[in-house]
């Protein structure tokens, strides 16, 4: 069966997830139109509206079956379009999958009809499983993994299995490789750390490894077929947790030539300089740090598990390995006092001074996490603030707004966690840091 599959991406990464569900569906014998929806122009959008017409054009000549795949900022402008489309071709069937909806897919599919399915497993194969369900017998859904209404009522099984086979060789062909800069490689599944602002979701008890062996083969692959300059990003949370198997990856990019250059995730309380000059001498020139707060007291209270002493130190000495090193900070705990963030823009100052990036983020309310569960009676909703999981809806059309306002619970981006200093922070995090 032809399906379309639709994904908001940035053009000049590889939009991975994509490429595995491709990868699983042509096992299941399906074929897929890709459709991709460039985030470039949402990263200009800045103040301005979304066009949403942009996203509407992606709905157009697509097959009975449309997939769609969509991150949490994108979430409200994708179910807002869904719903215009399905006016027009109420036939459609539609399936919504990825981060965005994972949180609320029991909330999506009881509001909105127009959604047929969400996805809300990690497995990749879910979806040709779904696909061949429907080609068989559409009205018997029997896959696990997915939510959805039968007989008015809310069904979902979940699909307990080790599917970290299912992530197999991305179908890369399907797009032009030589327009890309990076090349995003998964090589774990799940996150064993337990950040209290971090959704349940991303996090488990047991990690799933791809064979080392699976990802020289993909590097190679792209070597081939990519532009010369592309740079390789591993996109693991717990790349460095296993540090025999980074001295591995190490080992094996040496012994096959392969002279790439390559960025990932580490954690402060996993690294050390003898790791961090194997993993420079195997081409790695840019490490990405979460500290979170230069509070040791926060630190403490949102599990990182290191202190800010060691993650200056950490950064400190990543600096002297690789050319770019990121440290990103979150700003606005429900318990974090003026003085807490003082600290934290101390350690700003300090690393800007040894040219370590820095990014600052305000804290994004996310459902079922240890924050969100304590402290959700203090969330209040605002059209200007901005985090990583939403765009300020402040310049969005009235009829898009009410959309939104309408159906605040699903959109948790909005929101902030309202507390003493609140207003006072702000002012402080407005000005140049
Ligand atoms: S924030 Fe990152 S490191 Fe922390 S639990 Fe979530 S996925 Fe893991």
């Known amino acids: 069966m032809k399906i379309s599959l639709i994904q908001i991406t940035n053009k000049r990464n590889v939009p991975l997830s994509s490429l595995y569900l491709i990868a699983n569906l042509e096992k299941y014998n399906h074929s897929v139109d890709l459709k991709l929806i460039d985030t470039q122009y949402i990263k200009q959008k800045q103040n301005k509206p979304l066009k949403s017409d942009l996203i509407e054009k992606a709905f157009k000549n697509t097959n009975k079956i449309v997939a769609i795949g969509c991150q949490n900022n994108m979430l409200p402008y994708m179910l807002y379009s869904i719903i215009k489309f399905k006016k027009k071709h109420p036939d459609k069937i539609i399936i919504l999958g990825g981060y965005g909806p994972l949180e609320f897919a029991e909330e999506i599919i009881e509001k909105f009809n127009e959604i047929n399915f969400v996805v809300k497993d990690r497995d990749p194969s879910i979806l040709a499983k779904l696909v061949t369900n429907l080609e068989d017998n559409h009205s018997n859904i029997k896959v696990k993994g997915v939510v959805f209404k039968k007989n008015n009522k809310i069904r979902y099984t979940h699909s307990k299995k080790d599917y970290i ?17 990076l090349f995003t490689l998964l090589s774990i599944e799940g996150c064993p750390y337990k950040c209290a602002f971090c959704s349940p979701f991303m996090q488990s008890k047991k990690l799933k490894f791809r064979p080392l062996d699976q990802i020289i083969e993909e590097i190679k692959w792209a070597l ?3 532009n010369k300059k592309i740079k390789f990003g591993f996109i693991d949370e717990a790349f460095v947790y296993n540090k025999k198997r980074v001295y591995d990856l190490c080992n094996k990019l040496k012994e096959n030539n392969l002279k790439i250059k390559w960025s990932c995730y580490g954690r402060i309380n996993h690294m050390d300089e003898e790791l961090m000059k194997k993993m420079k001498d195997s081409g790695c020139d840019s490490i990405f740090y979460g500290i979170e707060s ?3 007291k926060i630190l403490k209270q949102i599990r990182k598990g290191f202190n800010s002493k060691l993650a200056n130190d950490i950064l400190i000495k990543s600096k002297k390995y690789f050319k770019e090193v990121t440290a990103s900070f979150i700003w606005g705990y429900p318990f974090e006092s003026l003085n807490d963030l003082k ?4 350690m700003i100052q300090f690393l ?4 370590i990036k820095i990014l600052p983020h305000l804290l994004t309310v996310m459902k079922n996490t240890e924050i969100y569960l304590k402290y959700k009676q203090k969330t209040k909703f605002s059209e200007s603030l901005s985090t990583s999981m939403n765009y300020p809806l402040k310049p969005e059309p009235k009829e898009f707004k009410n ?6 619970e699903i959109f948790l981006g909005y929101n902030y966690y309202d507390h003493d200093s609140f207003k006072k922070k702000i002012k402080i995090m407005n000005r140049p840091i």
Do not use: A, C, E, M
């Open 165 to 181: 086979d299912n992530y197999f060789f991305p179908k890369r062909h399907k797009i032009n490789l030589k327009n890309q800069n």
């Open 224 to 226: 081939k077929n990519s």
């Open 294 to 296: 230069g509070s040791d």
């Open 343 to 346: 600290k934290t823009l101390l």
């Open 352 to 355: 800007n001074l040894n040219k």
């Open 403 to 408: 959309f939104v306002k309408n159906n605040k």
